[in-house]
């Protein structure tokens, strides 16, 4: 997955506004981070993506 396709997909899930202080301040459980620390420290954003479904309830459309 392209970072754009992820944040395309974080902006619909929390709205453009909400997605980046969310992916700022809420640590993911599966990767013990971060999104912003996770994008930055080169995972893969599939994986953040996962995470981030585990982490809210993502509709079925954005998965």
């Keep these: 997955m392209r970072l754009t396709d992820f944040w395309e997909r974080m902006d619909a899930l929390f ?3 909400y997605a980046r ?3 700022h301040d809420h640590v993911l459980p599966p990767l013990g981070c971060t999104v912003d620390e996770a994008i930055a ?3 893969d954003t ?3 993506w996962r995470a981030v ?3 809210t ?3 079925a459309i954005l998965r």
């Design 15 to 17: 709205g453009s506004a």
């Design 21 to 23: 202080s969310w992916a």
């Design 41 to 43: 420290r080169g995972e």
């Design 46 to 48: 599939r994986d953040i």
């Design 53 to 55: 479904c585990a982490s």
């Design 57 to 59: 309830e993502v509709p």
